[in-house]
């Protein structure tokens, strides 16, 4: 099984300011991260797909990059809607399974 | 657009099997290409992808929960379902049904979530 770990576990932030944040595989996933954001009370949102790829209508200010075991999410200047918790998730070739990391808190500080 | 909505009971009892239907409006379940998966999440944790299925029937478990889900589609309702056997209180969550448009990408869309407790 691929474990996926996240860091930091919290992040605490000011609006305009950038986030960065780490999700490292176990072992290699190649390409195949994708990155969604919770909000309290509400179902995830997809963000980002194939490691780099906004999904629809997701604001530019979010990107993603890396490969292989080491993938980050960018936020590049926060807004006050971009606190919430991130977690990234990726998908095993065969059998095909999906795991997700423990999330990051991104709060206001 | 596509919408997702999870219905059944919110309360289990322990050894007995959690039954739960996404009822998908705004498209057909089986036209393109598109998988749906469940996905549940205790109070205060993370996620944890339970299974998928294609409108073939086709089925892929999360290996540790594989022994007791079973997920089906029901084409002429629009809607696919999860059973869950022999629960405990571990069990108790947040579940969410979610589309895939494709069996290589992530879930775009999803339901608002259902919350199952079990207990006696």
Do not use: H, M
């Not at chain 1, 609006?15 to 309290?40: D, I």
């Not at chain 1, 997701?58 to 919430?84: H, K, Q, V």
């Not at chain 2, 589309?99 to 608002?112: E, H, L, S, T, V």
């Amino acid at each position: 099984e691929i474990v996926l770990t996240q860091s930091p576990a919290t992040l605490s932030l000011s609006p305009g300011e950038r986030a960065t944040l780490s999700c490292r595989a176990s072992q290699s996933v190649s390409s195949y991260l994708a990155w969604y954001q919770q909000k309290p009370g509400q179902a995830p949102r997809l963000l980002i797909y194939d490691a780099s790829n906004r999904a629809t209508g997701i604001p530019a200010r979010f990107s993603g990059s890396g490969s292989g075991t080491d993938f980050t999410l960018t936020i590049s200047s926060l807004e006050p809607e971009d606190f919430a918790v991130y977690y990234c998730q990726q998908r095993s070739n065969w059998p095909p399974e999906y795991t997700f990391g423990q999330g990051t808190k991104l709060e206001i500080k | 657009q596509v919408q997702l909505q999870e219905s059944g009971p919110g309360l289990v009892k322990p050894s007995q099997t959690l039954s739960l239907t996404c009822t998908v409006s705004g498209g057909s379940i089986s036209s393109g290409s598109y998988y749906w998966s469940w996905i549940r999440q205790p109070a205060g944790k993370g996620l944890e992808w339970i299974g998928r299925i294609y409108t073939s029937g086709s089925t892929n478990y999360n290996p540790s929960l594989k022994s007791r889900v079973t997920i089906s589609v029901d084409t002429s309702k629009n809607q696919f379902s999860l059973k869950l056997s022999s629960v405990t209180a571990a069990d108790t969550a947040v579940y969410y049904c979610a589309r895939a448009r494709d069996g290589y990408n992530p879930d775009d869309y999803w339901g608002q979530g259902t919350l199952v407790t079990v207990s006696s």
